[in-house]
T-cell receptor
Framework: DAGVIQSPRHEVTEMGQEVTLRCKPI?????LFWYRQTMMRGLELLIY????????DSGMPEDRFSAKMPNASFSTLKIQPSEPRDSAVYFC???????????FGQGTRLTVV | AQSVTQPDIHITVSEGASLELRCNYS??????LFWYVQSPGQGLQLLLK??????LVQGIKGFEAEFKRSQSSFNLRKPSVHWSDAAEYFC????????????FGAGTILRVKS
């Protein structure tokens, strides 16, 4: 398996623009997580899905952030409108649930100027 | 609330020396514990995990960790560090009642000097 695949790897956008980050989890995994990594706050969970259903979105910082998982093999994290303070590395991870670990993608480095 | 503390932000060790990275957690139930490593510009790679059973767990790249319930600790060790071990290391507790979501520590940056 190719692992968790995220795209793009790098994104530079202007403040106010819409940004969409994409994630393809490992085939067969039923849990998907979006994390954000910043110097100030470290790694924090934004949202997680189980069987394509959002279970916990308490970490989503504002209404500007939204996430979808239309099927078991694809998820998006959208920021609209983007702001400079959204600059961070966004990681997607997936797991098979139960007593299993999460596997992380390579991350998307987002820069909002 | 669940939390993970890694008290050392930076650690520098000589190549060939032993290493111990500290991790303490706060969690009401039996924890699932993990150590991940992150190289610059890369994602997180799992080094090892503890779910139950033997409290000394072996991982990849010669790392091991010991779960000590009485101390709420899960310290990572390696007997002889290699230059390629320089990276950032994250301890995490998995919240199984919340779908295995992870709460991470702040990370420890390991520098290896030759």
């Amino acid at each position: 398996d190719a692992g968790v695949i995220q795209s793009p790897r790098h994104e530079v956008t202007e403040m106010g623009q819409e940004v969409t980050l994409r994630c393809k989890p490992i085939s067969g995994h039923n849990s998907l997580f979006w994390y954000r990594q910043t110097m100030m706050r470290g790694l924090e969970l934004l949202i997680y899905f189980n069987n394509n259903v959002p279970i916990d979105d308490s970490g989503m910082p504002e209404d500007r952030f939204s996430a979808k998982m239309p099927n078991a093999s694809f998820s998006t994290l959208k920021i609209q409108p983007s702001e400079p303070r959204d600059s961070a590395v966004y990681f997607c991870a997936s797991s098979a649930g139960g007593n299993t670990e999460a596997f992380f993608g390579q991350g998307t480095r987002l820069t909002v100027v | 609330a669940q939390s993970v503390t890694q008290p050392d932000i930076h650690i520098t060790v000589s190549e060939g020396a032993s290493l111990e990275l500290r991790c303490n957690y706060s969690y009401g139930a039996t924890p699932y514990l993990f150590w991940y490593v992150q190289s610059p510009g890369q994602g997180l790679q799992l080094l090892l995990k503890y779910f139950s059973g033997d409290t000394l767990v072996q991982g990849i790249k010669g790392f091991e960790a010991e779960f000590k319930r009485s101390q709420s600790s899960f310290n990572l060790r390696k007997p002889s560090v290699h230059w390629s071990d320089a990276a950032e290391y994250f301890c995490a507790v998995g919240l199984m009642e919340y779908g295995n979501k992870l709460v991470f520590g702040a990370g420890t940056i390991l520098r290896v000097k030759s």
